[in-house]
């Protein structure tokens, strides 16, 4: 398909055999991370939405039908992030005419922000139309494009249009009413299939006003949790004592998280906390399925803040989960019963999705996917989603290849065991599980699925082509043709997806793997491209961005040399001499080992300084070869052996991967702080002034009280 450049106010025809697409918001972080946030109205014939809840952004993920959705933000490379808006065309509502792709910045305004662009891709990752923003000023809101019906058929225009009041004033321009007390912040967290848990909240506030009406006293505390509301009355006939903040929240969330239990009564170290999903008697590979299946289900089902941040990623609204095992449906003259069902209600509005699973070495195979996509299809699922230890190299992609035809109703989603104990442990630690029973629930499905024999598994095997490669690469007969080099390829991306997913969960951030855009969405370029490399000088490399980090992290596995290298970058300051700062960098690196390579870049010059930290500790001219060099950039590097085996724990490849970048970042760049040039300075006369006149208003405040 070729690709489209549309320029402002241009529009194009979406294929019509195209039913699901993505539009993504891009800009350049070169400078350091920005927050942009995308969104998406859904507005009618009178360009209006038709009710609050058809306003999509990061507080409301889902539209009420299920049509659009806000993707969680990532960075696809060379300094380029990314939010998407993900659209189903066949589940617009009729009423629906346009649905806006909008954006807003935190700080600052898209003046400031270059790379500007919308992508128009289609439901594999290809894009079909681009567009790139010009001549932004001081717009903090901006239009970028609108996909709109035209007759039969659907359309995308360029708009790029700006407003200079954000967020909250581009939705208030479409008619979403916004909240701007922000009270009740918790509120909007409920999905509006939870209206019931709302009246049972104004039920016993009505009794405790009551209680205080008739005693004279105020009651203090928090309103407890029923299980179901009172029947003695109609809830219609209630008037609820407190009401949720009118309009929509524009500003982001805090979560609260809430921590497990800590058992402290036991008599000994080794005494081993109860499991609630037991590891024993775990025997054949089909029961170690069962058990690990039944045991996800039932905490989604127990735990809504885990179930709605797995369910998200497939499109489903914020909503009460049900979930169910080994549903049997017939397809022909045959039954099919995939592992589990899945199903959310929100409102009127009934989100479906079969599971299917593998644990252990299990394999998800094209005709078993094709099978479950035709029951799917027949009983109108919007989803199939796969679970196994197969870990997706980039987000999105599955590792499946399925007939595209089969998509056009329903879609096709994966996820591995690694991911979802990623989301287990983010929900943990940094989103909130809600109570500390539902916290204690989650770190037994945690628990368990760590356990080795619960056959969940994090990526440690870089398959039988490893050991191959690697010795044809020590005696230098490796060349970019040779059959296996592209397994080796493929599993070393998924080896720092790996490494992503650990880190998120650890800091509560979203890190990402960096590629170049022409690589992110093409997974034959990318193994192409890692392959290359691999076959002339006998390195894999990768490039990770973690938030608020002074700078990416590059690591680099040398099969060579068999070292790991660890690198990053960060910016000398911009004021000092070179001794000044060089001073400023080791104060920041007082933990850091002594082996770390410190190098100095030089404006003007392409030769650099390096040498190592114990050295440049005891004498910092080192690093300053000539009297006048300005320093612009240092660049700190650490090496450490590299495991040669294929997998396992002692001697292997993918754990020395993992704990040389772990150490590097924990160590060397988490300290790190980017300088930031001192506040400019009044002049000492005009601070005197200014000093004498506040004196003189304070003696006149003093004595007006007196």
């Known amino acids: 398909m070729d690709i489209l450049t549309l320029s402002k106010g241009a529009n194009c025809e979406i294929p019509t055999e195209l039913t699901r697409l993505r539009l993504v918001v891009s800009w350049s972080e070169a400078d350091g991370p920005v927050e942009v946030d995308a969104s998406a109205l859904l507005l009618g014939s009178d360009t209006k939405v038709r009710s ?74 290809s894009p079909f139309a681009v567009f790139e923003i010009l001549g932004a000023t001081t717009e903090t809101a901006f239009l970028f494009g609108e996909v709109y019906r035209r007759g039969d058929a659907w359309k995308l225009r360029a708009v790029g249009q700006g407003w200079s009041t954000g967020l909250a004033g581009i939705a208030s321009d479409f008619g979403v009413s916004i909240d701007t007390d922000g009270e009740d912040a918790q509120a909007d967290d409920a999905p509006a299939a939870d209206d019931a848990s709302a009246a049972v909240e104004d039920h016993v506030v009505a009794a405790v006003e009551e209680a205080e009406e008739a005693s004279g006293d105020v009651i203090d505390f928090p309103p407890p949790r029923l299980k179901a509301v009172p029947t003695d009355e109609p809830t219609a006939s209630r008037q609820p004592a407190r009401r949720r903040a009118a309009g929509v929240r524009t500003t982001k969330r805090s979560a609260a998280p809430v921590a497990p239990p800590t058992l402290k009564l036991a008599g000994a170290e080794t005494w081993q906390p109860a499991r609630l999903f037991s590891i024993s008697g775990v025997g054949t590979a089909d029961e170690q399925e069962k058990r690990a299946t039944s045991a996800l289900l039932s905490t989604m089902q127990a735990v809504p803040a885990f179930a709605r ?10 909503g009460s989960v049900e979930t169910y095992l080994e549903v049997p449906f017939r397809l022909g003259e045959a ?52 679970l196994s230890n197969e870990i997706a190299p980039h987000a999105g992609e599955h590792p499946v290849a399925v007939d595209r035809r089969k998509l056009r109703k329903t879609s096709l989603e994966h996820i591995s065991w690694a991911e979802v104990l990623h989301v287990a442990k983010m929900t943990l630690a ?33 398959g039988p082509s490893w050991v191959p490669v690697r010795e044809a690469i020590h005696a230098g007969t490796l060349r970019p043709s040779d059959r296996k080099v592209p397994a080796v ?36 370029a990318r193994i192409q491209a890692t392959v290359a490399g691999l076959a002339a000088d006998g390195t894999l490399e990768a490039v990770v961005k973690i938030p608020l980090a002074a700078g990416p992290i590059t690591v680099v596995a040398d099969l060579r040399t068999s070292q790991v290298r660890v690198s990053t970058s960060v910016a000398a300051p911009e004021t000092g001499t070179g001794q000044r700062r060089v001073s400023w960098l080791l104060k920041q690196l007082a933990d850091a080992p002594e082996s770390l390579l410190v190098e100095a870049m030089f404006a003007g010059r392409s030769e650099s300084a390096c040498e190592q930290l114990v050295d440049v500790r005891a004498n910092s001219s080192l690093l300053i070869p000539e009297r006048g060099a300005e320093i612009t950039t240092f660049r700190l590097s650490q090496t450490s052996p590299m495991g040669t085996k294929r997998s396992g724990v002692r001697g292997a490849f993918v754990p020395s991967v993992l704990s040389g970048f772990e150490s590097f970042y924990g160590i060397v760049v988490q300290p790190l702080k980017p300088w930031v040039p001192a506040a400019p300075k009044l002049s000492e006369d005009v601070l005197s002034e200014a000093t004498s006149e506040q004196a003189d208003e304070m003696r006149a405040a003093a004595d007006d009280a007196s």
């Open 489 to 524: 390829a493929d599993a070393w991306t998924r080896l720092i997806r790996q490494l992503c997913l650990r880190l998120s969960s650890d800091l509560g951030v979203n890190v990402t793997h960096v590629l170049p855009r022409k690589l992110a969405n093409d997974s034959a």
């Open 52 to 125: 609050d809840d058809d306003f999509v952004f990061f507080n409301q993920s889902t539209s009420p039908d299920g049509s659009t959705r806000h993707l969680s933000r990532s960075e696809n490379g060379d300094d380029d992030a990314h939010e998407t808006i993900a659209i189903n065309l066949d589940d617009v509502p009729a009423d629906v005419k346009t649905i806006a792709v909008t954006a807003s910045i935190g700080e600052g305004t898209f003046g400031d922000l270059p790379g500007l662009s919308l992508r128009a891709l289609d439901d594999v990752g």
């Open 335 to 386: 039954n099919v019963i995939p592992d589990g069902v899945i199903r959310v209600a929100r409102g009127a509005k009934l989100w479906t999705a079969l599971l299917e699973v593998k644990t252990g070495t299990g394999q998800l195979r094209r005709d078993q996917v094709d099978h479950y996509l035709d029951v799917a299809r027949q009983e109108g699922y919007d989803v199939l989603v796969t």
């Open 309 to 318: 941040a797995l369910t998200g990623r497939f499109g489903a609204p914020a």
């Open 430 to 462: 940094h989103t909130g599980a809600g109570d500390a029973l539902q916290a204690w629930l989650l770190h037994e499905l945690v628990r368990y699925l760590e356990h080795p024999r619960s056959g969940a598994a994090t990526f440690d095997d870089m």
